[in-house]
C-alpha cells in the first residue's frame, strides 16, 4: 500500500515530504489516500462541469466565454492531469 501511495500521490499534486510524513503512521497513510482521492474527485468534478459549459459557450459562438472556463479551471487546478486537459482544450479554442 505504501508503494502505491509513494506512486500516486505526485499524480494528485502531494509532493515527497508530505507522502512521506503521511506514510510514518496507518492513520496517516489513511489520510493520504483520503485526501489522494479527494482531490481526483473534485477535480474532475470542476474539470467536467467547466468542459459542460465551455462547450455550450463556444457552440452559441462565445469563445472568450469558452476560454475563460478553461482559465478559470487553470487558476484553481493543482493535479497535472487536470492541468493539462484544460490547458489542451484552451488551446484548441484558440
Known amino acids: 500500500m505504501r508503494a502505491l501511495l509513494r506512486r500516486t500521490a505526485p499524480t494528485a499534486a502531494i509532493n515527497e515530504a508530505e507522502t512521506e510524513e503521511a506514510l510514518k503512521s496507518p492513520e496517516g497513510a489513511e489520510a493520504l489516500m483520503g485526501m489522494v482521492l479527494s482531490r481526483f474527485r ?7 462541469n467547466s468542459m459542460y459549459r465551455m462547450t455550450s459557450l463556444r457552440d ?22 487536470f492541468r493539462q486537459a484544460a490547458e489542451e482544450q484552451l488551446k484548441g479554442l484558440k
Open 42 to 48: 473534485e477535480s474532475a468534478r470542476r474539470f467536467l
Open 60 to 81: 452559441s459562438g462565445d469563445i472568450e466565454g469558452a476560454c475563460q472556463q478553461m482559465c478559470d479551471v487553470l487558476a484553481v487546478e493543482v493535479v497535472p492531469r
